[in-house]
């Protein structure tokens, strides 16, 4: 900025483990978001490595880190993300299409995870025909549907009143404690942080505490 260097993350070291619900915790630019794109693949780091299982992925091409999301990632956004034109059914099935999977398995697949979350009711329904919990409901359900290693929900809860917010947190976590996936949270709110075995507190870039919430960890993989 100008001559200046501006830091979004200074000296963060973590290691997140596989089947574990981690939250990253802070205000406004405390550099959670800029931590959480980095994991993802969505960012670069200028300095340092991000390691998963082993593979460092912030030295992959555009084209390979694309396609490591595409098989190893899902995500769940505070605004839902939703093509408009397309009801449930198709939002959740549209990843599966870069996978290769042939049209009658996706459905089948989309339609299994959206009854999972609760939506039967709602499978030809558009985003505008869909409350905001509901919407968000699609969204984990396109999140989840192939069961990816990893899940990041970026302030999954932030557009949601405070009842929707806890079903959709526990529906969250259920589904990844019984696949065994890594669900990363990112929120500003406390409230949300209590669903996460360990919470990492972010401030002006840097890891200020993390905070366990079960004495039990699971077994770590590289991270």
């Given at each position: 900025?100008?001559?200046?260097?501006?830091?979004?993350l200074?000296?963060?070291?973590?290691?997140?483990?596989r089947g574990?619900?981690?939250?990253?915790?802070g205000t406004s630019?405390?550099?959670?978001?800029?931590l959480?794109?980095?994991v993802a693949?969505?960012d670069?780091?200028t300095?340092?490595s991000?390691?998963?299982?082993?593979?460092?992925i912030?030295?992959?091409?555009?084209?390979?880190i694309t396609?490591?999301?595409?098989l190893?990632?899902g995500?769940?956004?505070q605004?839902?993300?939703?093509?408009?034109?397309l009801?449930?059914?198709?939002?959740?099935?549209?990843?599966?299409?870069?996978k290769?999977i042939?049209?009658k398995?996706r459905?089948?697949?989309?339609?299994?995870?959206?009854?999972?979350?609760?939506l039967?009711?709602?499978?030809?329904h558009r985003?505008n025909e869909?409350?905001g919990?509901?919407?968000q409901?699609?969204?984990?359900?396109?999140?989840?549907?192939d069961?990816?290693?990893?899940?990041?929900?970026?302030e999954?809860?932030?557009?949601?009143?405070?009842?929707?917010?806890i079903?959709?947190?526990?529906l969250?976590?259920?589904?990844?404690?019984?696949n065994n996936?890594?669900?990363?949270?990112v929120?500003?709110?406390?409230?949300?942080?209590?669903?996460?075995?360990?919470?990492?507190?972010?401030?002006d870039?840097?890891?200020?505490?993390?905070?366990?919430?079960q004495?039990?960890?699971?077994?770590?993989?590289?991270a």
């Open positions: 900025m100008g001559g200046e260097n501006i830091y979004a200074k000296d963060v070291s973590l290691d997140i483990y574990e619900i981690l939250c990253l915790l630019g405390s550099g959670k978001s800029t959480l794109n980095i693949g969505l670069r780091p300095s340092g991000i390691l998963i299982n082993g593979l460092d912030s030295k992959l091409s555009e084209e390979k396609k490591f999301r595409q190893n990632v995500f769940v956004f605004s839902y993300n939703l093509i408009g034109n009801n449930a059914l198709e939002n959740v099935s549209l990843g599966l299409i870069f290769g042939e049209k398995k459905m089948e697949d989309a339609e299994k995870i959206l009854r999972e979350v609760g039967e009711k709602r499978l030809y985003p869909m409350s919990g509901q919407q409901r699609v969204s984990i359900a396109r999140a989840f549907v069961k990816p290693p990893i899940v990041f929900a970026d999954p809860t932030g557009n949601l009143d405070t009842t929707t917010s079903e959709i947190m526990a969250m976590c259920k589904i990844a404690r019984e996936e890594t669900l990363i949270i929120t500003h709110d406390p409230e949300t942080s209590v669903y996460a075995d360990r919470i990492v507190e972010l401030r870039g840097s890891i200020i505490e993390i905070t366990e919430n004495a039990k960890i699971p077994k770590k993989v590289e």
